[in-house]
Nanobody
Framework: QVQLVESGGGLVQAGGSLRLSCAPS????????AGWFRQAPGKEREFIAG????????FYANFVKGRFTISRDNAKSTVYLQMNSLKPEDTAVYYC?????????????????WGQGTQVTVSS
């Protein structure tokens, strides 16, 4: 069992930036693909970005439009989501997900492990 812990959420003004972090407790992360999702109140969980095992391949949802960047530091067993130019519509609970596969996916059922989520609130 892998427990993921997200951090870095909070309250930020529109146009600001946040960096979310995700790390597993008690194990390394280098052999897991990872992804970030979010869920706003009353909406379904949606895919944001994915990164493969090595960090060499990333892909994003269309709405990201260059504002968000997913990355990983396997030496630190951490996956990051850098979010810039935040908008009020980015307000949501953000979740990290991981799976013991090389490639990541945009499908939520493609991930075996999930974090508890971190709240991001963007004020106008």
């Amino acid at each position: 069992q892998v427990q993921l812990v997200e951090s870095g959420g909070g309250l930020v003004q529109a146009g600001g930036s946040l960096r979310l972090s995700c790390a597993p407790s008690g194990r390394t992360f280098s052999d897991y693909a990872a992804g970030w999702f979010r869920q706003a109140p009353g909406k379904e969980r949606e895919f944001i970005a994915g990164i493969n095992w090595s960090g060499g391949t990333t892909f994003y949802a269309n709405f990201v439009k260059g504002r968000f960047t997913i990355s990983r530091d396997n030496a630190k067993s951490t996956v990051y989501l850098q979010m810039n130019s935040l908008k009020p519509e980015d307000t949501a609970v953000y979740y990290c997900a991981a799976s013991p596969t090389y490639w990541s996916t945009s499908r939520s059922d493609g991930y075996a492990y999930w974090g508890q989520g971190t709240q991001v609130t963007v004020s106008s």
